[in-house]
């Protein structure tokens, strides 16, 4: 969901422990389409331990109930097509290449699944239809046939719908990673109140985007964020000035959380919703973030022998935080990035086509290898994530070909689905009929 308006973002907490999770989290602003990291990591250098101690939180856990992390259900995924190997150049779907792959009916796409993703994909038509496809795989036009029958066809028919409209094809090496997110709900307050002290702030006047393109044609695609002090641009304040009260008193809160760590995870998500004292709930998304590079905090810990492999979910860190809050708010503040909130009304979380994603059918991608708003059919070690799948999101690590960020809805069983989600197995797109003919004729 990562980015409510240019997502409603979230991102695999698998990274938290291997790599950058949120999107628009660098100090260069990512191109819109936000990437992620790609599923290869070599072994990082040992990360330094934190020097000093920042101001504990008082450790107020808010979802009800310990979740933990879902056991995975193995599956035996479908082995990647033979494909030529990508160029070291490619940076899109059309120069990494494609192969043709099967027809739909042989993936075994169970009914209920075919009709979510066909609800779906109606909703992505729009964009489809007007949105540039940066992946150079489709036309606009070669989406209007099944755009324009998805309007009127029966839910309940929807495997004839994609058997008759779609073929499939491989991207690359068609070897595929998959994470997880979800919707978070945490308690929080509109107002500052006894227990609810940590402030959600809406994006600040001060901070500045700026599109380095402007200025060079060799930064074309390329921005930063920061703020103006005196003549000089500046880098915005980090998470710890952030928590040393930088931006208090300025009227930018919108909402109060119960609990530090809790709101620390839906700032990696990107939109959540809160639970009020008297039980209403307030959701809130992307606004916007501080243009400081993400720090997993996860990576950290197991760089230094704190936490072991199976404890680097989003639940083992969260115990992590809470055994001591000292250690637990200095870890914190090891990342920098900080992301800026609004109050949403009407449908969602949306996704980065603006339209509400749904779980358990939509799925983060990177733009540059499958056109949003395109079926994906996933076959992995992991059986939760198997089947079809839209992508109408995006991520700041979710880059590269087959690589991909499911979303699992709201509450405590979408929670310990994501918190845990690491799968890896293939990856088909399903394209417009036109579309695979005039890039794979078949002999």
Not at 3 to 8: F, H, L, S, T, V
Not at 98 to 124: H, M, W
Not at 164 to 176: C, D, E, L
Not at 271 to 300: C, T
Request: charged fraction near 20%.
């Amino acid at each position: 969901m990562r980015r409510g308006g240019p997502r409603a973002r979230a991102l695999g907490f698998a990274l938290l422990a291997v790599g950058p999770l949120l999107a628009s989290c660098s100090s260069v602003i990512p191109e819109a389409g936000g990437p992620r990291p790609a599923a290869s990591f070599p072994a990082p250098a040992p990360s330094p331990a934190p020097i000093g101690a920042p101001r504990p939180y008082t450790p107020r856990p808010s979802e009800s109930g310990s979740v933990v992390a879902a056991t995975p259900i193995p599956a035996t995924p479908n082995s990647p097509l033979p494909a030529p190997p990508v160029p070291a150049t490619a940076t899109t779907a059309a120069e990494a290449g494609i192969v043709a792959g099967p027809e739909y009916n042989e993936l075994g796409v169970l009914a209920d699944q075919a009709t979510a993703a066909l609800k779906a994909f109606r909703l992505s038509c729009p964009s489809l239809l007007r949105r540039a496809d940066a992946s150079g795989l489709t036309q606009n036009a070669e989406w209007a046939e099944s755009c324009n029958a998805a309007k009127d066809w029966a839910d309940r028919d929807a495997t004839n719908f994609f058997s008759r409209f779609f073929g499939t094809v491989q991207i690359g090496a068609g070897s595929a990673f998959v994470t997880g997110y979800y919707e978070p709900e945490i308690a929080a307050s509109r107002t500052q109140r006894p227990g609810y002290d940590v402030p959600i702030y809406r994006r600040p006047a001060d901070l500045v985007d700026v599109d380095l393109g402007l200025f060079s044609t060799e930064l074309k695609g390329k921005k930063i964020r920061g703020r103006v002090d005196g003549s000089n641009f500046v880098p915005y304040h980090d998470r710890g000035a952030i928590e040393r009260g930088a931006l208090a008193n300025r009227g930018l809160e919108i909402a109060w959380a119960a609990d530090a760590a809790e709101f620390f995870f839906l700032q990696v998500q990107g939109s959540g919703r809160l639970r009020l004292p008297d039980g209403g709930i307030m959701r809130i998304g992307y606004d916007s973030q501080n243009g400081r590079d993400y720090v997993g905090i996860g990576k950290l810990l197991l760089d230094r022998g704190e936490l072991q492999r199976g404890q680097a979910s989003m639940q083992g860190i969260l115990d992590y935080l809470r055994a001591d809050p000292v250690r637990g708010a200095a870890v914190m503040n090891e990342n920098p990035s900080w992301v800026f909130f609004r109050e949403l009304t009407g449908a969602g979380p949306l996704g980065a086509l603006g339209v509400p994603v749904t779980g358990r059918s939509s799925v983060a991608a990177d733009p540059k290898y499958v056109p949003l708003g395109a079926p994906v059919f996933l076959s992995l070690d992991r059986a939760e994530p198997n089947g079809l799948w839209v992508a109408q999101d995006t991520g700041g690590a979710i880059k590269g070909a087959n690589r991909f960020d499911s979303f699992w809805g709201a509450g405590t069983g979408a929670r310990a689905i994501a918190g845990g989600m690491a799968a890896r197995g293939s990856a088909l797109i399903l394209l417009p009929r036109a579309s695979v003919a005039r890039l794979a004729p078949r002999p």
